[in-house]
């Protein structure tokens, strides 16, 4: 018999962070064969990571636009994989988190009465505007799939609260965790190291989700612009998003402040070792939720809610929203109080061992062959 063909499918950065892990697993398995899609809804963010990691896609829909709405995209997505579905014809489909790239391939292929394996199942604020659109679309995703790849109990406790069935969901951990392993170096040197002062205390922000941009981007920058003027000490790193609106914002914020560095996005490899070796994250980003607690970084979490509560439980994520004074209590308390910086950088990684891919591709294989 042949191998099973699986189509993992994804488009932007953090899918194709965490999906690389599952490619290289189906890579090396005997009876199973990854044909791998991107749709490119995000382009150069997401070349970054397929070059870092030499993934060279079978498939590229190269959709991405500058003003791409959430409608275009999903539209372009639908048409696009039903042709390849129907030319390709894949055993299994495997799309990760909550993007439109996720819920639109997925629903491309339940048309196709195609199984899709969600990778990152049973993540919820059960807030349907927050994050906007991600919590609908991962909701939507779980309706579709056929295998849950719930990365935490608390994971696989939410999929049970909405009836779907206990036999079809398995606990991997998180991906993001056996990524890790394959980027944080004991040396590493990168340009932007060489423009801080030595012992600047170095907080690393990234800020990105719809529900952000505008008036909550802005008093969010405020707080930590105006923190940073009046301590010396402290240095900002933020690579800027390609979002326009993003970009904007972030420029219009800390362009007069020498201490903010503003740069590009980075690369997996130099992002996560700059990670490492920051003293304090700032961020409203998922993934970075996941990385930090294995990084022993607190982070000030720049969002109301949160799908990741394991992390805040252990004790290495704070919620703090993006009202200035809470910011900037919140940043104070870490510069004044080192016990409860150290409390925090404490951290227990409650994301897996770091073998999640393995047990995705065995689940796939029980189930296909
Ligand atoms: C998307 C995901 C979000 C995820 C984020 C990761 C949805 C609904 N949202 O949001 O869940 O957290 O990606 O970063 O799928 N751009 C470029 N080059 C790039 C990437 C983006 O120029 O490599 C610009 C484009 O102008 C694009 C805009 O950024 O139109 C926004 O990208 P989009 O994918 O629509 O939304 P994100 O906010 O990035
Ligand atoms: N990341 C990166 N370069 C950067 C910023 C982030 O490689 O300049 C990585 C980060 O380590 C994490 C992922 O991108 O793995 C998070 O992506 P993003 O914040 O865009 O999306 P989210 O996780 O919020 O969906």
Redesign the pocket.
């Known amino acids: 018999m042949g191998k099973k063909r699986i189509m993992v499918i994804f488009g932007?950065?953090?899918e194709a962070i965490k999906m690389v892990p599952v490619i290289k697993a189906l890579e090396t398995a005997r009876d199973l064969e990854p044909i791998v899609v991107v749709t490119a809804?995000?382009?150069?963010?997401?070349d970054q990571v397929l070059a870092a990691f030499n993934v060279v896609p079978a498939f590229d829909l190269n959709l991405?636009?500058?003003?791409?709405t959430?409608t275009k995209?999903t539209v372009s997505v639908l048409s696009q994989m039903e042709q390849l579905f129907q030319k390709i014809k894949p055993d299994a489909v495997l799309v990760h988190g909550?993007?439109?790239?996720t819920l639109a391939a997925s629903l491309a292929a339940f048309y196709q009465q195609i199984p899709v394996g969600h990778v990152e199942a049973g993540l919820r604020t059960w807030e349907k505007y927050d994050?906007f659109?991600?919590e609908i679309?991962r909701q939507l995703t779980d309706t579709i799939a056929q295998w849950y790849f719930a990365p935490t109990e608390r994971s696989r406790q939410n999929l049970l609260k909405e009836h779907h069935n206990d036999q079809q969901i398995y606990i991997t951990g998180n991906t993001a965790i056996d990524v890790l392993a394959h980027t944080i170096k004991d040396q590493w040197q990168m340009p932007i190291l060489d423009q801080i002062q030595p012992d600047a205390k170095l907080i690393l922000l990234t800020m990105?989700?719809?529900e952000n941009q505008g008036a909550p981007m802005q008093e969010a920058f405020g707080a930590i612009n105006d923190f940073v003027l009046s301590h010396p000490e402290v240095e900002v790193v933020f690579p800027v998003?390609?979002?326009?609106n993003v970009q904007k914002a972030a420029h219009q914020a800390f362009d007069d402040n020498n201490r903010v560095h503003l740069i590009a996005p980075l690369n997996v490899i130099d992002f996560h070792n700059l990670a490492a070796r920051s003293w304090l994250i700032m961020t409203d980003?998922?993934g970075i939720q996941e990385e930090a607690p294995s990084l022993g970084k607190p982070v000030l979490v720049l969002r109301d809610t949160t799908e990741r509560p394991e992390g805040v439980a252990a004790g290495t994520l704070k919620l703090v929203g993006t009202d200035a004074k809470e910011i900037s209590k919140w940043l104070n308390a870490f510069l004044n109080d080192p016990a409860r910086y150290d409390q925090m950088a404490k951290a227990q990684n409650p994301y897996g061992d770091g073998h999640a891919a393995e047990r995705i591709v065995n689940v796939l294989r029980q189930e296909l062959n």
């Open positions: 932007t950065r953090p809804q995000h382009r150069e963010m997401l991405m636009s500058d003003q791409q959430l995209i909550d993007t439109t790239t994050p659109p991600e679309n990105h989700r719809r998003h390609l979002s326009p980003s998922g």
